[in-house]
C-alpha cells in the first residue's frame, strides 16, 4: 500500500501542491486527471522524489520517509520501491534496448549478467518487442521506445509503477500499442499512478480516479463515479471540455 | 639563401629523436588536464560550495593569461615555494633536483585542466536531464548514474572538442623550450643553427607535426564512430 500524506511542494513561492492525500491499495491503477498546471506530474514525481517534496510524508508498505528531512539513504531506497516511465521515454541513448532493461537488473538489482539477460528479453517479448533486442533507441519509433520504458520499469518488480503522461508525446497512430502494454499490465495486478490525458483508457483501466485542480484533489472516486456522476462544479467543467462527446450543446 | 631540399630530408630524421619529449608532455597535460577538467567541470555544474568560486576563478585566470606565462609562472615561482616550504619543514629536497621537463609537465597540465573543464562541462550540459532522471528512477545512485549513464554520452558530446585540445596541447608543448626541454621545435632550432638552414629545418618540424595531428585525427574520427553508434539521429 501506497500513503501520500499531507505532501506541499512550492517552487519558491509558488505553491504547486496543497497537503495532498492518497491513499493507492496493492494491486489498485490509480489515474490521475486534471488541467495543466493542477501539479498533477509534480505529485507523481514526488512520489520517487525527482521533485522534493516541502513536507509530507510517503509511506511505501511499511517504510516510511518523512520529507521534510529525508536522508539520501532513504531518497535511495524509495527509488528502488518506485519505478517510473517517462512522458519522453528518457532510455538511456548510449544502450540498446536489451541494456536498457538489464541496466536496473545489473546495478541495481546485483543480478548475474546471464539472468539479468534472461529476464529482460523476457520482458521486451511481453511487450512485443523480440526482434528489436539490439537496436538503441535512436532506431526505434516513440511507440517502440515508450514499450522499452514499460518493460525497464517492470524488471525492477517495484512496489508502483509511476506513469508520466505515458502517450502524451506519441503521435495519434503509436498512443494505442502503448496503452495496450499498459492495460495489460495492469491487468496482472501490479499497482501503477498514471497521469494521463486518455480518458477512454482511465474510464476502462482505472479502478480509482482522481481529478486535481490547482494543487489540490478536488475530487476522486471510481470511474463511474467520477466520470458519470462528478459532484464537484470544477470536475464538471473539466470533463465536459475534454470528453465533448457526451455535452456537446451549441 | 637557397632551399636546400635534401637537408629537409636530414633534418627531419635528427628531429624524430626528439618526438617522445613532446609525445610525453602533450599525454601527460592531457591527461592530468582531463582529471582536472572533469573535477572542476563537476564541482561548477553542482556548485560545490566554497570549491565553486576557486573553480571559477581558477578557469577564468588561466583561460585569461597565455601559456607561456604559465610556464614562466611556474619555472620562477615554483622553486621560490618548495625551498620556501623545505627549509620550514626542513626537507632534504630542493627544487633543483626537479628535471625541467617537469615544470612543462605541471604548467601545462593547469593550463589543459582550464580547457578542458569547459569542454567537459559542455558535454555535461549536452546530456538530457531525462537520462539522470531515468536513472534515478530505476534507482541508480548518483555516481551510479554519472558513471553509467552521463559520463559515456557527455564524452561522445565533447570528443571533437577533446581532439581540439588535445592538438592545442601537441603545438603549444613548443613552449617548452623557453625552459630548456628539447622538444620537436628546440631540436629543430638546433639542427637548424649548427647548419645555418632555418628554413628547412623549421619545414622539417612542421611535416612532423602535420603528420601527429593528421594521426590524432584519424584516432579521434575512429573513436568518435565507434562511441557515436548509438547517434543515428543529429543533423550530421
Given at each position: 500500500m501506497i500513503k501520500l500524506a499531507q505532501i506541499s511542494k512550492s517552487f519558491g513561492r509558488n505553491q504547486v501542491l496543497n497537503n495532498i492525500d492518497l491513499t493507492v491499495t496493492k494491486g489498485e491503477v490509480v489515474v490521475i486527471l486534471g488541467p495543466?498546471?493542477?501539479g498533477k506530474t509534480t505529485l507523481l514525481r514526488c512520489v520517487n522524489y525527482l521533485e522534493k517534496p516541502s513536507s509530507g510524508e510517503i509511506a511505501i508498505g511499511d517504510f516510511k520517509v518523512n520529507c521534510k528531512h529525508a536522508r539520501k539513504k532513504e531518497i535511495h531506497q524509495l527509488r528502488q520501491k518506485t519505478a517510473m516511465v517517462f512522458q519522453q521515454y528518457n532510455l538511456f541513448r548510449h544502450k540498446t534496448a536489451l541494456e536498457n532493461v538489464m541496466e536496473g537488473l545489473l546495478i541495481v538489482k546485483k543480478l548475474p549478467k546471464d539472468e539479468a539477460r534472461k529476464r529482460s528479453i523476457a520482458l521486451l517479448e511481453k511487450v512485443g518487442l523480440a526482434s528489436k533486442l539490439d537496436a538503441y533507441p535512436s532506431q526505434l519509433s516513440g511507440g517502440q521506445q515508450q514499450r522499452v520504458g514499460i518493460a525497464r520499469a517492470l524488471a525492477l518488480e517495484p512496489e508502483v509503477i509511476l506513469f508520466d503522461e505515458p502517450t502524451s508525446a506519441l503521435d495519434p497512430e503509436l498512443v494505442g500499442e502503448v496503452l495496450a502494454v499498459i492495460r495489460k499490465i495492469a491487468k496482472e495486478g501490479i499497482t501503477m499512478i498514471v497521469v494521463t490525458h486518455e480518458m477512454g483508457f482511465a474510464r476502462d483501466v482505472a479502478n480509482h480516479v482522481v481529478f486535481m485542480d490547482g494543487g489540490v484533489i478536488v475530487e476522486e472516486g471510481t470511474p463511474t463515479e467520477l466520470f458519470n456522476h462528478p459532484r464537484e462544479e470544477r470536475t464538471k467543467q473539466f470533463l465536459k471540455r475534454i470528453t465533448p462527446e457526451f455535452n456537446y450543446s451549441i | 639563401m637557397k632551399l636546400d631540399p635534401s637537408f629537409i630530408w636530414t633534418a627531419l630524421v635528427q628531429i624524430l629523436s626528439a618526438i617522445p619529449t613532446t609525445l610525453y608532455i602533450t599525454v601527460v597535460s592531457v591527461l592530468i588536464g582531463f582529471v582536472i577538467g572533469v573535477a572542476v567541470a563537476l564541482i561548477r555544474l553542482y556548485r560545490v560550495p566554497l570549491l565553486h568560486p576557486l573553480a571559477v576563478g581558477y578557469v577564468t585566470f588561466i583561460r585569461g593569461t597565455p601559456m607561456l606565462t604559465h610556464l614562466l609562472l611556474i619555472y620562477f615561482g615554483l622553486p621560490v615555494l618548495i625551498d620556501g616550504l623545505a627549509v620550514h619543514f626542513g626537507?632534504?629536497?630542493?627544487?633543483?633536483?626537479?628535471?625541467?621537463i617537469g615544470f612543462a609537465y605541471i604548467s601545462f597540465s593547469i593550463t589543459a585542466g582550464a580547457y578542458m573543464s569547459e569542454v567537459v562541462r559542455s558535454g555535461l550540459l549536452a546530456v538530457d536531464r531525462g537520462q539522470l532522471e531515468a536513472a534515478h528512477s530505476i534507482g541508480m545512485t548518483t555516481p551510479q548514474a554519472l558513471k553509467r549513464i552521463v559520463f559515456p554520452q557527455a564524452l561522445a558530446a565533447s570528443l571533437p572538442n577533446l581532439s581540439n585540445s588535445v592538438i592545442g596541447m601537441l603545438h603549444g608543448s613548443t613552449l617548452a623550450f623557453t625552459v630548456s626541454v628539447v622538444d620537436i621545435n628546440a631540436k629543430a632550432q638546433i639542427v637548424a643553427s649548427t647548419n645555418w638552414k632555418f628554413f628547412e629545418a623549421y619545414l622539417a618540424a612542421a611535416l612532423i607535426f602535420w603528420a601527429l595531428t593528421f594521426l590524432i585525427e584519424r584516432v579521434t574520427s575512429v573513436i568518435e564512430k565507434r562511441i557515436n553508434l548509438y547517434n543515428r539521429g543529429g543533423v550530421a
Open positions: 495543466s498546471g493542477s | 626537507w632534504s629536497f630542493r627544487s633543483v633536483s626537479i628535471p625541467m
